[in-house]
């Protein structure tokens, strides 16, 4: 329960998240794709795919940590 729980935070995170970070944490994790084959299907420069997988984790990791150490309350 726990678990589909998490996932759905995630999902749920994921989807607020401007589209360049949604867009290739979808292709490097979901898709499982290599930073090269991210940057030709999203033709952007492979310093572009580096840069944005960084900030986009950090943006998510940010936005998930307060809901993990219980500082927010989800509201669905």
């Given at each position: 329960?726990?678990?589909?729980?998490?996932?759905?935070?995630?999902?749920?995170?994921?989807?607020?998240?401007?589209?360049?970070y949604?867009?290739?944490?979808?292709?490097?994790?979901?898709?499982?794709?290599?930073?090269?084959?991210?940057?030709?299907?999203?033709?952007?420069?492979?310093?572009?795919?580096?840069?944005?997988?960084?900030?986009?984790?950090?943006?998510l990791?940010?936005?998930?940590?307060?809901?993990?150490?219980?500082?927010?309350?989800?509201?669905?």
């Amino acid at each position: 329960m726990l678990r589909d729980e998490r996932e759905r935070l995630l999902w749920k995170t994921l989807q607020e998240l401007p589209d360049k970070y949604r867009l290739v944490l979808t292709c490097r994790y979901l898709l499982e794709l290599s930073e090269a084959e991210t940057a030709q299907v999203l033709g952007w420069r492979h310093g572009s795919v580096k840069s944005r997988t960084s900030r986009a984790l950090a943006k998510l990791r940010a936005l998930l940590i307060p809901v993990e150490t219980g500082e927010v309350t989800i509201h669905t």
